[in-house]
């Protein structure tokens, strides 16, 4: 639907206070995700496979919801990842997926920040020198769940996996 097809949908859940938005799949923009902006309340959404991608107005959108815990956005192109940084208002964010988004290193710093997350994918992206950007995610104190399938990371990179205190599965 056009943007404004989503307006009487955003109201309705606004009204029922949904706690999750799955918009899997969907040629979404900016303007689209207008109407869903009142829904601060949401604690999960999905934008997984978005076929316009993430783009800077998309992620600045995102931090509007600050009781998000859940936040899929993998197989969406998100670029290099310099716009994570507006998700440093998520403070209550356990669950974050970046699979194959074509993250790069510049998106490391900004996952570090996110030091609630308990379950992280960083699966399928071309992360360089990914051995080196381990030690910023040791700040992520609660991780328990840490996919980096199809990364470049050494035996070296395993070795400082193990120094991560919470850290359950890999």
């Known amino acids: 639907p056009s943007a404004e097809g989503y307006a009487p949908f955003a109201a309705e859940m606004q009204k029922q206070n949904v706690p999750g938005l799955d918009l899997s799949e969907r040629n979404l923009s900016i303007k689209h995700m207008a109407p869903f902006l009142s829904l601060t309340h949401l604690r999960y959404l999905s934008l997984k496979a978005n076929h316009n991608g993430i783009t800077s107005d998309v992620w600045s959108a995102i931090s509007v ?7 899929d956005v993998s197989q969406t192109q998100a670029g290099a ?90």
């Open 65 to 71: 919801f600050h009781d998000l815990r859940w936040l």
């Open 81 to 170: 990842g310099a716009d994570l940084h507006n998700l440093r208002n998520l403070s209550h964010l356990r669950f974050l997926s970046l699979n194959g988004t074509g993250l790069t290193s510049a998106a490391m710093e900004s996952i570090a920040t996110l030091t609630e997350l308990q379950a992280l994918d960083l699966g399928d992206n071309p992360i360089d020198h990914i051995d080196e950007h381990l030690k910023a995610l040791r700040s992520i104190e609660h991780l328990e769940c840490l996919s980096l399938t199809r990364t470049d990371v050494s035996d070296a990179g395993v070795t400082q996996l193990t120094q991560f205190k919470s850290l359950k599965a890999l």
